[in-house]
Nanobody
């Protein structure tokens, strides 16, 4: 399966962006999907994840209450709605996937994912 992340860009603090992760080459219904981000000079950080069934979703502490993950399996697409963006959200955002079958299971742990997209840059200015 291949992942294509898009939707990044430049925004002022307090603004919003929606990232899109398009899944191809496999049945999206069977993949858990996560978003990770890496800021310059920092380690990659888990942002959010969603189970294949959409039942379970998790968020990193730094984005809880501001970001919302969702998916449309009919469109093989996962979204990350980012609101109230702050300069510390500036990073390259990556979507990643792992095959589990159609399940409620998902974890926000980098080593769990074996399919990665190319990343999209989000820049938030103060």
């Amino acid at each position: 399966v291949q992942l294509q992340a898009s939707g990044g860009g430049w925004v002022q603090a307090g603004g919003s962006l929606r990232l899109v992760c398009k899944i191809s080459g496999g049945n999206a219904d069977y993949y858990a999907v996560a978003w990770f981000r890496q800021a310059p000079g920092k380690e990659r950080e888990g942002v959010s994840c969603i189970a294949p069934s959409s039942v379970n979703k998790y968020y990193g502490d730094s984005v809880k209450g501001r970001f919302t993950i969702s998916r449309d399996n009919a469109k093989s697409t996962v979204y990350l709605q980012m609101d109230s963006l702050q300069p510390e959200d500036t990073a390259v955002y990556y979507c990643a996937a792992r095959f589990y079958g159609y399940t409620d299971y998902v974890v926000l742990r980098e080593d769990e994912y074996d399919r990665w997209g190319q990343g999209t840059l989000v820049t938030v200015s103060s």
